[in-house]
């Protein structure tokens, strides 16, 4: 796979962060970036956490190794939407091996992203197992203790009615938060936290910016999604976890809040719904059962 030209470090940030939500091995493949080098980037410009997402059992098995091998990792571990349509028939076994899989390390602090995705899964059979598998994993969130992290893309509606029926688990963030502000209150006042990522820096996206302005300091991430979602001025070129404080430096002036409390804010916000990170590893990392995969193929967001 052609690797990308990666765009320069942004000047570091004031205090250290949290990068709510991020591809590792995809960003890796993507960009010829390896994960050790992204996270010794990612420290040097403030970004001292991150959270690997995984998005089906392959994926999140290789968070689970990264977060075993590097202290500033955590791992949640999901069935994309997408994924889930997919399957058709393997999605329960599917599902099956990634129960197994949530209680197999103590460095698992989500279940996601899963939810609903409407813009790429459109006919009523994929959007059933959507369905079924968004339940699945509110369940596993609830049974584990977990934060649930929601995937939602033109979903909106069917995403709180979901949840509203399974019963709200106590930790939710919506990941690559796509709402406008009305939709945020909704959210809001079901106590989730809301994640922002570079698109809240793209000029068409007031709506967006507009629930940012409404979201209370300790309900509030900021995320990368890399590789995907690259924020102004880099739209278009390929993302990673150093590059957050171009987006958590417009989220502080768009709020007109000091830098330095924003990103301290944030990073008490992600340890709020993940926990501590600390510094233990565990003593025995899972091994990716498919090392080499390319995990962006045929994806243009996480």
């Given at each position: 796979?052609?690797?990308?030209q990666l765009p320069p470090?942004?000047?570091a940030?004031p205090?250290?962060t949290?990068?709510?939500?991020?591809?590792?091995?995809?960003t890796a493949?993507?960009?010829?970036?390896?994960?050790?080098?992204?996270l010794?980037?990612?420290?040097?410009?403030?970004?001292?956490?991150?959270?690997?997402?995984g998005?089906d059992?392959?994926?999140s098995?290789?968070?689970?190794a990264l977060a075993?091998?590097h202290?500033?990792?955590?791992?949640?571990?999901?069935?994309?939407?997408?994924?889930a349509a997919r399957?058709?028939?393997?999605?329960?076994?599917?599902?099956?091996a990634?129960?197994?899989?949530?209680g197999s390390?103590s460095?698992?602090?989500?279940?996601?992203e899963t939810?609903?995705?409407?813009?790429?899964?459109?006919e009523?059979?994929?959007?059933a197992?959507?369905?079924h598998?968004?339940?699945?994993?509110?369940?596993?969130?609830?049974?584990?203790g977990?934060?649930l992290v929601?995937h939602d893309?033109?979903?909106h509606?069917d995403?709180?009615d979901?949840l509203d029926?399974?019963?709200v688990?106590d930790k939710v963030?919506?990941h690559?938060?796509s709402?406008?502000a009305?939709?945020?209150?909704?959210?809001l006042?079901?106590g989730?936290?809301?994640s922002f990522?570079?698109?809240v820096?793209?000029k068409p996206n007031?709506?967006?910016r507009?629930?940012?302005?409404?979201?209370?300091?300790?309900?509030?991430?900021?995320?990368?999604?890399a590789?995907?979602?690259t924020p102004?001025p880099?739209?278009?070129?390929?993302?990673?976890p150093?590059?957050?404080?171009?987006?958590?430096r417009?989220?502080?002036?768009r709020?007109g809040?000091d830098?330095?409390q924003?990103?301290?804010?944030v990073?008490a916000?992600?340890t709020a719904l993940?926990?501590?990170w600390?510094s233990?590893?565990?003593?025995?990392p899972l091994?990716?059962p498919d090392e080499?995969?390319?995990?962006?193929?045929?994806?243009?967001?996480g």
């Amino acid at each position: 796979m052609t690797t990308r030209q990666l765009p320069p470090a942004p000047p570091a940030l004031p205090a250290p962060t949290t990068d709510a939500h991020t591809h590792l091995a995809s960003t890796a493949r993507y960009s010829g970036l390896a994960v050790a080098d992204s996270l010794a980037a990612a420290r040097a410009v403030g970004v001292t956490r991150v959270v690997d997402v995984g998005t089906d059992v392959a994926s999140s098995a290789e968070t689970v190794a990264l977060a075993g091998q590097h202290p500033e990792v955590v791992s949640c571990v999901a069935i994309h939407p997408n994924d889930a349509a997919r399957l058709g028939d393997g999605l329960e076994a599917e599902l099956t091996a990634l129960s197994s899989l949530a209680g197999s390390s103590s460095r698992i602090r989500g279940i996601g992203e899963t939810g609903l995705d409407y813009f790429r899964t459109r006919e009523a059979e994929g959007i059933a197992r959507q369905k079924h598998s968004f339940a699945a994993h509110i369940a596993l969130a609830k049974r584990h203790g977990l934060a649930l992290v929601i995937h939602d893309r033109d979903a909106h509606d069917d995403i709180l009615d979901v949840l509203d029926a399974e019963g709200v688990p106590d930790k939710v963030m919506m990941h690559c938060f796509s709402g406008d502000a009305g939709f945020a209150r909704r959210c809001l006042d079901r106590g989730f936290w809301l994640s922002f990522p570079g698109t809240v820096t793209f000029k068409p996206n007031e709506p967006l910016r507009e629930a940012l302005d409404l979201t209370p300091s300790d309900r509030l991430l900021v995320e990368t999604d890399a590789p995907y979602l690259t924020p102004m001025p880099l739209r278009g070129k390929p993302n990673a976890p150093y590059l957050l404080p171009h987006t958590i430096r417009f989220v502080a002036e768009r709020r007109g809040a000091d830098l330095a409390q924003v990103c301290e804010q944030v990073a008490a916000n992600a340890t709020a719904l993940f926990g501590e990170w600390g510094s233990e590893r565990h003593p025995d990392p899972l091994r990716h059962p498919d090392e080499g995969r390319d995990l962006t193929a045929g994806r243009a967001d996480g």
